[in-house]
């Protein structure tokens, strides 16, 4: 019985640490775990964010970010922000897959 419960959860943190990108744009700020603002240049950016079509393409929390149509299914709620001061992370959104990723390690936390 041990076994089980061990593997039970063993898995259910696994699947939750391996989808750490899947968001979900709310509609209010209170409602967000993470306030985002899109830069127009990547310079600017905390975070270079492609965009991936399929939910297991999505990775651990490096830029790669799935949106969910359900915030149940997320693990991160955002909301976009109108302006860059309001914001706790700064992203630009990039072409290519390989393109992705962070450009300021101390923001890294926000996506966890």
Known sequence: MFQKLLLFFS???????INAQK??????ESQADVKVYVVNYESQADLKV?????????TD???KWFFTD???QAQKKIYFVDYESQADLKIYFVDY??????LRQ???HLMY
């Open 106 to 108: 101390s923001k890294k």
């Open 11 to 17: 898995l259910l943190f696994i699947s939750n640490y």
């Open 61 to 63: 929390n490096e830029g």
């Open 70 to 72: 359900y915030s149940s």
């Open 97 to 102: 897959e390989s393109q992705a990723g962070w």
């Open 23 to 28: 968001v979900f744009t709310v509609d209010y």
């Open 50 to 58: 492609y965009r991936v079509q399929y939910e297991s393409r999505a």
